[in-house]
Protein backbone atom coordinates (compact mmCIF):
# COMPACT_ATOMS: atom_id res chain seq x y z
CA UNK A 1 0.00 0.00 0.00
CA UNK A 2 1.25 3.47 -0.49
CA UNK A 3 0.59 6.22 1.76
CA UNK A 4 0.85 9.75 1.70
CA UNK A 5 2.28 11.95 4.03
CA UNK A 6 2.96 15.99 4.26
CA UNK A 7 6.36 16.36 4.36
CA UNK A 8 6.87 20.07 4.45
CA UNK A 9 4.58 23.10 4.79
CA UNK A 10 5.29 26.79 4.10
CA UNK A 11 3.45 30.02 4.00
CA UNK A 12 3.56 33.61 1.82
CA UNK A 13 2.10 36.66 2.43
CA UNK A 14 2.09 40.21 0.46
CA UNK A 15 4.10 42.52 2.32
CA UNK A 16 2.07 45.43 2.91
CA UNK A 17 -0.29 45.43 5.90
CA UNK A 18 -3.20 47.11 6.04
CA UNK A 19 -4.97 47.41 9.88
CA UNK A 20 -8.33 48.50 10.54
CA UNK A 21 -7.80 52.11 11.37
CA UNK A 22 -6.13 52.13 7.92
CA UNK A 23 -9.63 51.09 6.54
CA UNK A 24 -11.35 53.33 8.67
CA UNK A 25 -9.63 56.27 6.68
CA UNK A 26 -10.95 55.65 3.25
CA UNK A 27 -14.29 53.90 3.89
CA UNK A 28 -17.20 54.41 6.41
CA UNK A 29 -15.69 51.54 9.25
CA UNK A 30 -13.89 51.63 12.45
CA UNK A 31 -11.98 48.69 14.10
CA UNK A 32 -14.61 48.25 16.87
CA UNK A 33 -17.12 47.10 14.33
CA UNK A 34 -14.87 45.09 12.47
CA UNK A 35 -13.14 43.16 15.15
CA UNK A 36 -16.18 42.86 17.28
CA UNK A 37 -18.07 41.44 14.76
CA UNK A 38 -15.43 38.61 13.01
CA UNK A 39 -12.04 39.08 15.41
CA UNK A 40 -10.11 40.36 12.44
CA UNK A 41 -7.36 42.98 12.92
CA UNK A 42 -4.97 43.09 10.03
CA UNK A 43 -4.86 41.80 6.14
CA UNK A 44 -1.91 41.59 3.86
CA UNK A 45 -2.89 43.40 0.80
CA UNK A 46 -0.89 43.01 -2.68
CA UNK A 47 0.97 45.94 -3.80
CA UNK A 48 1.17 44.68 -7.69
CA UNK A 49 1.95 40.43 -6.61
CA UNK A 50 -0.61 38.51 -8.71
CA UNK A 51 -1.77 35.15 -6.91
CA UNK A 52 0.76 33.24 -9.06
CA UNK A 53 3.42 35.16 -7.80
CA UNK A 54 2.06 34.73 -3.92
CA UNK A 55 1.87 30.36 -5.06
CA UNK A 56 5.27 30.23 -6.75
CA UNK A 57 6.82 31.55 -3.38
CA UNK A 58 4.97 29.21 -1.58
CA UNK A 59 6.34 26.33 -3.90
CA UNK A 60 9.84 27.21 -3.91
CA UNK A 61 9.78 27.83 -0.34
CA UNK A 62 8.45 24.42 -0.08
CA UNK A 63 10.84 22.59 -2.35
CA UNK A 64 13.87 24.18 -0.62
CA UNK A 65 12.77 22.87 2.47
CA UNK A 66 12.90 19.75 0.97
CA UNK A 67 16.01 20.00 -0.56
CA UNK A 68 14.40 18.76 -3.66
CA UNK A 69 14.61 19.49 -7.35
CA UNK A 70 11.98 20.58 -9.15
CA UNK A 71 11.79 18.40 -12.19
CA UNK A 72 11.39 15.78 -9.13
CA UNK A 73 7.74 17.34 -8.52
CA UNK A 74 4.80 14.93 -10.28
CA UNK A 75 2.20 17.82 -9.94
CA UNK A 76 0.63 20.82 -8.84
CA UNK A 77 -2.47 21.70 -7.81
CA UNK A 78 -3.24 25.41 -7.05
CA UNK A 79 -6.91 25.87 -4.87
CA UNK A 80 -8.04 29.46 -5.59
CA UNK A 81 -11.03 31.83 -6.97
CA UNK A 82 -8.65 34.57 -8.01
CA UNK A 83 -6.49 33.37 -10.65
CA UNK A 84 -4.20 35.70 -12.28
CA UNK A 85 -5.91 34.34 -15.61
CA UNK A 86 -8.66 31.50 -16.45
CA UNK A 87 -6.22 30.46 -19.08
CA UNK A 88 -2.90 29.29 -18.18
CA UNK A 89 -4.14 28.66 -15.24
CA UNK A 90 -2.05 29.75 -11.79
CA UNK A 91 -0.98 26.06 -11.27
CA UNK A 92 0.65 26.24 -14.98
CA UNK A 93 2.11 29.62 -14.26
CA UNK A 94 3.51 28.29 -10.81
CA UNK A 95 4.73 25.11 -12.66
CA UNK A 96 6.52 27.54 -15.36
CA UNK A 97 7.97 30.00 -12.59
CA UNK A 98 9.65 27.01 -10.78
CA UNK A 99 10.64 25.06 -13.82
CA UNK A 100 8.77 21.79 -12.67
CA UNK A 101 9.05 20.65 -16.27
CA UNK A 102 7.63 17.06 -14.93
CA UNK A 103 4.68 18.09 -13.49
CA UNK A 104 1.49 18.26 -14.29
CA UNK A 105 -0.65 21.33 -12.83
CA UNK A 106 -4.38 22.69 -12.66
CA UNK A 107 -6.52 24.70 -10.25
CA UNK A 108 -9.32 23.87 -8.12
CA UNK A 109 -12.14 25.92 -7.74
CA UNK A 110 -14.32 25.48 -4.63
CA UNK A 111 -14.07 28.60 -3.03
CA UNK A 112 -12.39 28.54 1.02
CA UNK A 113 -13.10 25.02 1.18
CA UNK A 114 -10.36 24.86 -2.35
CA UNK A 115 -7.55 23.61 0.44
CA UNK A 116 -9.29 21.19 1.80
CA UNK A 117 -10.81 19.11 -1.52
CA UNK A 118 -7.73 19.87 -3.05
CA UNK A 119 -5.70 18.02 -0.54
CA UNK A 120 -8.68 15.20 -0.57
CA UNK A 121 -7.65 14.93 -4.56
CA UNK A 122 -3.82 15.24 -3.88
CA UNK A 123 -3.83 12.63 -1.43
CA UNK A 124 -5.89 10.39 -4.19
CA UNK A 125 -3.24 10.85 -7.00
CA UNK A 126 -0.35 9.50 -4.36
CA UNK A 127 -2.52 6.46 -3.09
CA UNK A 128 -3.56 5.76 -6.52
CA UNK A 129 0.69 4.58 -6.61
CA UNK A 130 0.85 6.54 -10.07
CA UNK A 131 2.72 9.95 -8.34
CA UNK A 132 4.98 9.91 -5.69
CA UNK A 133 5.60 13.57 -5.06
CA UNK A 134 3.46 16.45 -5.40
CA UNK A 135 2.03 20.58 -4.26
CA UNK A 136 -1.03 21.58 -2.94
CA UNK A 137 -1.14 25.34 -2.74
CA UNK A 138 -4.50 27.48 -1.78
CA UNK A 139 -3.54 30.93 -2.86
CA UNK A 140 -5.77 34.36 -3.45
CA UNK A 141 -5.26 38.05 -4.19
CA UNK A 142 -8.71 38.75 -3.18
CA UNK A 143 -8.63 42.06 -2.50
CA UNK A 144 -8.69 42.50 -6.81
CA UNK A 145 -11.76 41.00 -6.97
CA UNK A 146 -13.21 42.91 -4.08
CA UNK A 147 -15.78 45.50 -4.23
CA UNK A 148 -13.89 48.52 -2.17
CA UNK A 149 -17.11 50.73 -2.02
CA UNK A 150 -18.97 47.87 -0.37
CA UNK A 151 -17.84 48.35 3.70
CA UNK A 152 -19.69 45.22 4.46
CA UNK A 153 -17.38 42.85 2.53
CA UNK A 154 -14.26 44.72 1.80
CA UNK A 155 -12.74 44.91 5.34
CA UNK A 156 -13.09 40.77 5.38
CA UNK A 157 -10.74 39.81 3.32
CA UNK A 158 -7.07 39.33 2.85
CA UNK A 159 -4.05 37.89 0.15
CA UNK A 160 -1.99 35.36 1.08
CA UNK A 161 -1.07 32.01 -0.05
CA UNK A 162 0.70 28.88 1.81
CA UNK A 163 0.45 25.15 0.95
CA UNK A 164 2.34 21.16 1.22
CA UNK A 165 5.00 19.10 0.19
CA UNK A 166 2.80 15.49 -0.60
CA UNK A 167 4.83 12.54 -0.71
CA UNK A 168 4.44 9.18 -0.61
CA UNK A 169 6.32 7.89 2.05
CA UNK A 170 3.44 7.42 4.60
CA UNK A 171 3.57 4.65 6.67
CA UNK A 172 -0.21 4.86 7.57
CA UNK A 173 -3.17 6.77 5.60
CA UNK A 174 -2.94 11.07 5.84
CA UNK A 175 -6.92 11.08 5.73
CA UNK A 176 -8.25 9.07 8.82
CA UNK A 177 -12.12 10.24 7.66
CA UNK A 178 -13.30 12.52 5.39
CA UNK A 179 -16.70 14.17 3.91
CA UNK A 180 -16.83 16.55 1.12
CA UNK A 181 -20.09 18.59 0.67
CA UNK A 182 -21.53 21.36 -1.66
CA UNK A 183 -25.05 22.90 -2.41
CA UNK A 184 -25.06 24.68 -5.77
CA UNK A 185 -29.09 25.59 -5.10
CA UNK A 186 -27.64 28.23 -2.61
CA UNK A 187 -24.54 29.22 -4.76
CA UNK A 188 -26.00 32.99 -5.12
CA UNK A 189 -25.09 33.62 -1.43
CA UNK A 190 -21.99 34.26 -2.24
CA UNK A 191 -21.14 35.36 -6.07
CA UNK A 192 -17.84 36.23 -7.66
CA UNK A 193 -16.41 36.76 -10.97
CA UNK A 194 -19.41 36.51 -13.41
CA UNK A 195 -18.80 37.16 -16.68
CA UNK A 196 -20.95 39.09 -19.51
CA UNK A 197 -21.84 37.63 -22.92
CA UNK A 198 -21.29 40.60 -25.37
CA UNK A 199 -21.18 38.56 -28.57
CA UNK A 200 -22.80 39.09 -32.16
CA UNK A 201 -25.78 36.57 -30.94
CA UNK A 202 -26.56 37.70 -27.16
CA UNK A 203 -26.22 40.37 -25.14
CA UNK A 204 -26.28 39.19 -21.04
CA UNK A 205 -25.03 41.71 -18.56
CA UNK A 206 -24.88 40.86 -14.71
CA UNK A 207 -25.31 43.56 -12.26
CA UNK A 208 -22.64 42.01 -9.90
CA UNK A 209 -19.39 41.16 -10.88
CA UNK A 210 -17.05 41.89 -7.97
CA UNK A 211 -17.57 39.41 -4.53
CA UNK A 212 -21.21 39.87 -3.60
CA UNK A 213 -22.03 38.17 0.10
CA UNK A 214 -25.68 37.67 2.07
CA UNK A 215 -23.35 38.06 5.12
CA UNK A 216 -25.92 36.70 7.50
CA UNK A 217 -27.26 33.91 5.18
CA UNK A 218 -23.24 32.58 5.11
CA UNK A 219 -22.89 33.12 9.23
CA UNK A 220 -26.19 30.94 9.50
CA UNK A 221 -24.90 28.59 6.98
CA UNK A 222 -21.72 27.99 8.77
CA UNK A 223 -23.01 27.58 12.06
CA UNK A 224 -25.81 25.20 11.41
CA UNK A 225 -24.28 22.91 8.08
CA UNK A 226 -20.55 23.05 9.37
CA UNK A 227 -20.56 21.20 12.75
CA UNK A 228 -22.80 18.44 11.04
CA UNK A 229 -20.33 18.14 8.60
CA UNK A 230 -17.69 17.54 11.07
CA UNK A 231 -19.89 15.39 13.20
CA UNK A 232 -20.43 12.63 10.70
CA UNK A 233 -16.67 12.93 9.88
CA UNK A 234 -15.71 11.69 13.08
CA UNK A 235 -18.63 9.20 13.43
CA UNK A 236 -16.92 7.27 10.40
CA UNK A 237 -13.86 7.62 12.33
CA UNK A 238 -15.58 6.39 15.51
CA UNK A 239 -14.23 9.09 17.15
CA UNK A 240 -15.65 11.83 19.59
CA UNK A 241 -14.92 15.52 19.05
CA UNK A 242 -12.32 16.05 21.99
CA UNK A 243 -10.63 12.87 20.82
CA UNK A 244 -9.27 15.74 17.97
CA UNK A 245 -6.27 17.46 19.07
CA UNK A 246 -7.07 20.89 16.97
CA UNK A 247 -9.58 21.70 14.60
CA UNK A 248 -7.97 23.94 12.07
CA UNK A 249 -11.59 25.74 9.72
CA UNK A 250 -11.36 28.07 7.86
CA UNK A 251 -10.71 31.74 9.02
CA UNK A 252 -13.42 33.54 8.67
CA UNK A 253 -14.69 34.90 11.01
CA UNK A 254 -13.72 34.24 15.10
CA UNK A 255 -17.99 34.13 16.06
CA UNK A 256 -18.28 31.53 13.85
CA UNK A 257 -15.38 29.30 15.70
CA UNK A 258 -16.75 30.67 18.56
CA UNK A 259 -20.21 29.06 17.68
CA UNK A 260 -18.62 25.80 16.03
CA UNK A 261 -16.32 24.82 19.55
CA UNK A 262 -19.67 25.25 21.67
CA UNK A 263 -21.86 23.58 19.02
CA UNK A 264 -19.27 20.34 19.50
CA UNK A 265 -18.83 20.56 22.90
CA UNK A 266 -14.74 20.91 23.19
CA UNK A 267 -12.90 23.69 24.26
CA UNK A 268 -12.60 26.64 22.13
CA UNK A 269 -8.38 26.70 22.75
CA UNK A 270 -8.59 23.94 20.30
CA UNK A 271 -9.51 25.78 17.55
CA UNK A 272 -6.48 27.66 16.33
CA UNK A 273 -7.20 31.07 15.11
CA UNK A 274 -4.98 33.75 12.89
CA UNK A 275 -7.72 35.49 11.54
CA UNK A 276 -6.62 38.46 13.46
CA UNK A 277 -3.69 38.88 11.31
CA UNK A 278 -5.07 37.79 7.51
CA UNK A 279 -8.01 38.36 7.73
CA UNK A 280 -10.52 35.48 5.55
CA UNK A 281 -7.80 34.33 2.67
CA UNK A 282 -10.46 31.67 1.40
CA UNK A 283 -8.56 28.89 -0.18
CA UNK A 284 -5.15 30.18 1.60
CA UNK A 285 -6.71 30.50 4.69
CA UNK A 286 -5.83 27.02 6.68
CA UNK A 287 -2.58 26.25 4.90
CA UNK A 288 -1.50 29.32 5.95
CA UNK A 289 -2.53 28.22 9.62
CA UNK A 290 -1.01 25.37 9.46
CA UNK A 291 2.33 26.42 8.04
CA UNK A 292 2.10 28.90 11.17
CA UNK A 293 0.92 26.38 13.36
CA UNK A 294 4.08 23.59 12.23
CA UNK A 295 6.30 27.28 12.87
CA UNK A 296 5.04 27.81 16.43
CA UNK A 297 5.85 24.15 17.55
CA UNK A 298 2.37 23.31 17.89
CA UNK A 299 2.88 20.34 15.03
CA UNK A 300 6.16 18.15 14.31
CA UNK A 301 4.66 16.60 10.70
CA UNK A 302 5.55 13.27 12.51
CA UNK A 303 1.70 12.13 12.57
CA UNK A 304 1.25 12.48 16.16
CA UNK A 305 -1.64 14.84 16.45
CA UNK A 306 -5.03 14.50 15.36
CA UNK A 307 -6.27 17.38 13.54
CA UNK A 308 -9.51 18.36 11.47
CA UNK A 309 -9.27 20.56 8.63
CA UNK A 310 -12.68 22.17 7.85
CA UNK A 311 -13.55 24.35 4.59
CA UNK A 312 -16.50 26.22 4.12
CA UNK A 313 -17.56 28.56 1.63
CA UNK A 314 -18.32 29.66 -1.79
CA UNK A 315 -20.11 27.01 -4.08
CA UNK A 316 -21.81 27.09 -1.28
CA UNK A 317 -19.01 23.84 -0.81
CA UNK A 318 -17.93 22.71 2.58
CA UNK A 319 -16.12 19.63 3.98
CA UNK A 320 -13.74 18.22 6.57
CA UNK A 321 -10.64 15.83 6.33
CA UNK A 322 -9.36 14.34 9.98
CA UNK A 323 -5.65 13.52 9.44
CA UNK A 324 -2.79 12.94 11.71
CA UNK A 325 -0.02 15.82 11.32
N1 LIG B 1 -18.23 49.06 9.24
C1 LIG B 1 -19.22 49.66 9.94
N2 LIG B 1 -20.52 49.33 9.76
C2 LIG B 1 -20.81 48.35 8.87
C3 LIG B 1 -19.81 47.70 8.12
C4 LIG B 1 -18.47 48.10 8.33
N3 LIG B 1 -17.43 47.52 7.68
N4 LIG B 1 -20.39 46.80 7.32
C5 LIG B 1 -21.71 46.85 7.55
N5 LIG B 1 -21.96 47.80 8.48
C6 LIG B 1 -23.26 48.18 9.05
C7 LIG B 1 -24.41 47.82 8.15
O1 LIG B 1 -24.61 48.82 7.18
C8 LIG B 1 -25.54 47.72 9.13
O2 LIG B 1 -25.99 49.01 9.43
P1 LIG B 1 -27.56 49.30 9.62
O3 LIG B 1 -27.97 48.47 10.79
O4 LIG B 1 -27.58 50.77 9.89
O5 LIG B 1 -28.20 48.89 8.35
C9 LIG B 1 -24.89 47.18 10.40
O6 LIG B 1 -23.47 47.43 10.24
C10 LIG B 1 -25.09 45.70 10.63
O7 LIG B 1 -24.82 45.03 9.40
P2 LIG B 1 -25.01 43.48 9.27
O8 LIG B 1 -24.62 43.05 7.89
O9 LIG B 1 -26.34 43.08 9.79
O10 LIG B 1 -23.90 42.99 10.29
P3 LIG B 1 -23.73 41.58 10.93
O11 LIG B 1 -23.80 41.71 12.39
O12 LIG B 1 -24.53 40.51 10.26
O13 LIG B 1 -22.19 41.26 10.58
C11 LIG B 1 -20.80 40.08 9.03
C12 LIG B 1 -21.77 41.22 9.24
C13 LIG B 1 -19.59 40.28 9.91
C14 LIG B 1 -20.40 40.03 7.57
C15 LIG B 1 -21.53 38.76 9.42
O14 LIG B 1 -22.76 38.64 8.76
C16 LIG B 1 -20.72 37.56 9.13
O15 LIG B 1 -19.73 37.30 9.77
N6 LIG B 1 -21.13 36.74 8.12
C17 LIG B 1 -20.37 35.60 7.70
C18 LIG B 1 -19.49 36.05 6.62
C19 LIG B 1 -18.40 35.08 6.38
O16 LIG B 1 -17.90 34.47 7.29
N7 LIG B 1 -18.05 34.97 5.14
C20 LIG B 1 -16.99 34.19 4.76
C21 LIG B 1 -17.35 32.74 4.54
S1 LIG B 1 -17.34 32.38 2.91
C22 LIG B 1 -15.91 32.87 2.35
O17 LIG B 1 -14.97 32.84 3.08
C23 LIG B 1 -15.81 33.36 0.96
Excluded at 219 to 242: G, H, W
Excluded at 246 to 274: C, W
Amino acid sequence: MTFAKITQVAHYVPEKVVSNDDLSKIMDTNDEWIYSRTGIKNRHISTGENTSDLAAEVAQELLAKAQLSPESLDFIIVATITPDSLMPSTAARVQAAIGATNAFAYDLTAACSGFVFALSTAEKLITSGNYQKGLVIGAEVFSKVMDWSDRSTAVLFGDGAAGVLLENTGEKPLIVAEKLQTDGSRGESLLSGLTNIETPFASKTYEKQHLSMEGRAIFDFAVRDVPKNIQATLEKAELSANEIDFYLLHQANSRILDKMAKKLGVERTKFLQNMQEYGNTSAASIPILLSESVKNGIFNLDGAKRVALTGFGGGLTWGTLVIDL
